[in-house]
């Protein structure tokens, strides 16, 4: 596992335990805020200065992350507890070699170089038996064309290692092969291999958060969040709720256990300790689920645990609970929400650095509003999420969505908001 049962805490700069993060955006800072309300010490690493994480760690580095020197003499120097791998611009060879050299990484080494590569990833999924949808691989615009041509149209294609739909395209028939191909290149990571995907006519996306640590034996156990809904524009999170449907049903129970048994096969086949985010198709018509992907770190859909979890049980805390050996308290496999919730993105309209924000309209009753605190703001990025909470996952949906609308953001003294009226909530 690499870590062991915690049952002391300590202080920071003295007797406490280091966590590094390697990336410091948006869901790295919660888990470091959640991390610090146990008296962890951070330390945070990204390519470029002043990111999210890095405003509230206690220290922070600025490097090349897929630099295998750079990281080493980062970790070297910190000689932290536990390194926790947040994006995936890193080089996830050299976690193979600090995990050696008795670092732990979390979940663990295997577990980062599984999920963060597609190819790897899904071949993973499909050894556990879960369903997925069908797929091809292709290395060039040949082999491209001819994956597409198998998989049949539409279909899915995605570059190999990338991150928030980026590189992603929908095809809908061969006039689109040669487009989606370029729009490949634009991959967070890499793009080298591309991944053609059936396309499936499913009812709705979920999360599943999944959580395995070491309970008070120092075995390994898991739990379980109830999932939670939600829907992207062009590959990208747009809006979560949670849990996933109002409606209780035999259907429903039984569409569930087979998520959670998904999960577990997934995760324990990756191994370690820490929170997994599986991203599923649910077609409830057929009663069929589909394994997409899986992350093995908190997830932007999951920002909406904040508001919807009872205290101290968001994504953030299970992460960091888990990997710093500290058991998950809840009786029973499921952990339920506290509250009904959703969260709804706050993208940029503008470009520019410093971006401010007018959220005058954004607090409405049973609403709050996440600024990430990102220095740079440029079309499409998002810069926040409204969180709200309501009686039923409509009225929440659309408080949020309502919400974030509202909100205003300047970064060149032109301020801009999002009024498109969205299709709502498929």
């Not at 691989?137 to 001819?146: C, N, Q, R, V, W």
């Not at 740079?376 to 309501?390: I, Q």
Request: charged share 25%; net charge neutral; proline share 4%.
């Amino acid at each position: 596992m690499g870590i062991t049962a915690r049952k002391v805490l300590g202080t920071p700069y003295a007797n406490g335990a280091k966590l590094m993060f390697l990336g410091a955006g948006e869901l790295g800072k919660e888990t470091m805020i959640e991390a610090q309300r146990m008296g962890i010490e951070i330390v945070a690493v990204d390519r470029y200065a002043n990111s999210p994480g890095m405003q509230v760690a206690h220290r922070s580095y600025v490097t090349n992350m897929k630099s295998e020197r750079a990281l080493l003499a980062i970790v070297e120097k910190e000689r932290p507890d536990a390194i926790i791998p947040e994006i995936e611009a890193i080089n996830t060879d050299t976690l193979f070699k600090l995990e050696k050299e008795g670092f732990f990484v979390a979940p663990c080494a295997n577990a980062v170089w599984t999920a963060m590569h597609r190819e790897r990833l899904r071949e993973a999924i499909a050894s556990t038996g879960a369903r997925t949808s069908k797929y091809e691989y292709a290395t060039d615009l040949e082999s491209f064309k001819a994956a597409c041509k198998k998989i049949g149209f539409p279909c899915v294609s995605k570059p190999i290692m990338s991150s928030s739909g980026k590189g992603s395209y929908v095809l809908k028939s061969s006039k689109d092969v040669e487009k989606a191909f370029k729009e490949a290149a634009k991959a967070r990571g890499s793009s080298d291999k591309i991944i053609v995907e059936e396309f499936i006519d499913f009812d709705i996306e979920i999360t599943v958060l999944s959580v395995r640590y070491l309970n008070d034996k120092g075995k390994p156990e898991s739990k379980f969040v109830k999932p939670l809904g939600h829907y992207q524009i062009e590959g990208d999170y747009h809006a979560s709720w949670h849990p996933w449907t109002d409606v209780t049903d035999k259907k429903i129970d039984k569409l569930e256990k087979e998520i959670y048994d998904y999960a577990d096969r997934i995760m324990n086949k990756l191994g370690g300790c820490g929170l997994f985010a599986h991203e599923m198709f649910v077609d409830t018509k057929n009663g069929k689920v589909y394994a997409n992907e899986t992350a093995c770190r908190p997830h932007d859909t999951g920002l909406v645990t904040i508001a919807s979890m009872p205290f101290g049980y968001s994504e953030f805390a299970l992460h960091a609970k888990a990997v710093l050996g500290i058991p998950i308290a809840w009786e029973g496999k499921v952990i339920e929400p506290r509250s009904t919730a959703a969260s709804h993105v706050i993208l940029s309209h503008t470009e520019g650095w410093y971006p401010q924000f007018k959220v005058e309209g954004a607090y409405a009753p049973d609403t709050n509003v996440l600024i990430f605190g990102k220095p740079e703001a440029y079309e499409e990025r998002r810069l926040g999420v409204v969180l709200a909470t309501a009686n039923n996952v409509e009225d929440a949906k659309k408080k949020a969505q309502k919400c974030a609308h509202t909100v205003k953001v300047s970064a060149n003294d032109k301020w801009a908001g999002q009024e498109i009226t969205e299709k709502h909530y498929k």
